[in-house]
């Protein structure tokens, strides 16, 4: 069975393709200034946002360093409410897991409400091949499926499509060729569409934003109202989710609850916040006949024992605020990383969950390391630091192509020979200027196969090199020597 979440080979032309395409660079403006600007007013309007943060951290770093004594507690919780736990160790697991509930429950139909792990084990894909039928029910994830498309953003999966895009894959979609192009309009439709479907639906799968130890009971909150159609519908629910979604009680699940909502969609509080305890009981009104929830490791407790602080990164809590603040991201959008989680968080994620290799190893250096997404992240992950990590592993295990290679050994031996350091930095500064003319930018340079200059040309130097700059400034009156402002 594919495994979705295995990076799609590629990485420098998808990203030239991205670069290229301006609809693109619109669509991701218009949603990701939205989402930096709501976060900015709502966390500035939170005086204890930091300490919010600090205590976010300590309850995720608790759980982690405890993860086997919640996990049990949590199957005891849930199993005594009369859900039904799987456990599985890899992605294919999971997806086995599922589709055989769906087969047991006689399943021609599911909806699905969103959920990225469901993207990490090749959910999708694993039912289409057993014939079953899906339907995606958030919003955004339906206009993915009319696509044919994978998510870009974990939280807004149609982040690269602009809305004249939507309208006509919903005239064409909804066979609706008169349809309205206001958001009003196509929303109407495809809520008509949306819910036959809910209502002939035989399973509903979820993810969970929380697993809560204390009680057994799986949290999720959506803005649509589409995951508690899903859940509540049909007869039987499965929950998905990843092992680090733990938290010991409602109380914090709560308190994380605040952080995610904040720093994804900045809002105070979504739409909806629904708690799952076990299947439907006598007396409810409506609920699930039965309820699985299926519990997916997938290389995390690997990560728990892993060097170079990988731990760290089960903190997350997908609040995607590291993607709209990455300037990469901002440029090339979600599809370029070509795996189930793009930007920062993606780079740092997809290399654990999948490996280091000739693929994965490109997300590491798909980044400035301008710090700007630590510094957003709601429970402080060092995406730079962690970053960084993969760049020196891709390095010591050779995945450097060799250009990379004998370019940072040459760079090696000027730096530590000062002369020829100096020569060398002078004669490339030379160059450069030449090749610059009289425009004084450069839009073409050799040895680097054009990439640096593909979308954006460089200025010149200026002719004096830093170190030149500092002694001339350290040799000016009523400066200290070697005084460098
Ligand atoms: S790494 Fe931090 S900012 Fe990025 S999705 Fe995870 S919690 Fe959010």
Redesign the pocket.
Known sequence: MAQASEIVPGFDRRTAEALANRQLKIAIDRTAGTARAKRAAIVGEWPDFAVARAHGKAIKDHVVAHLGHYLAEFERNAVASGAVVHFARTADEAATIVVGICEAAGAKRVTRSKSMLGEEIGLPHALEAAGIERTETDLAEHIVQLAGERPSH?IWPAMHKTREEIHELFKAGHAAPDLGETPVEMAASARRILREKFHAADVGISGANFLIADSGSVAVVTNEGNAELTTTLPPVHIVTAGIEKLVPSAGHALQMLRL?VR??TGAAMTQYTTFHTGPKRAGDADGPREFHIVLVDNGRTRMLAEEGGLRD?L?????????N?CPVFNQIGGHAYGGTYP???GA?LTPALDGLSMQTRDLAHACTLNGR??E??????P?PTLLRGWRTKSWREGLEPVTMRSGLSLWRSLATHPLAYRLGVAAASLALRLMAGRSRRIRRLPLVGGAWTRHRDMPAPSGSTFLNSAAARARAPGRGKGEIR
């Open positions: 974990i995610l720093s994804a990164m903190r997350c809590i997908r609040c995607g605020a590291c993607m603040h930007g920062p968080m740092v997404c630590r957003v992240c709601p429970v402080d992950i995406l």
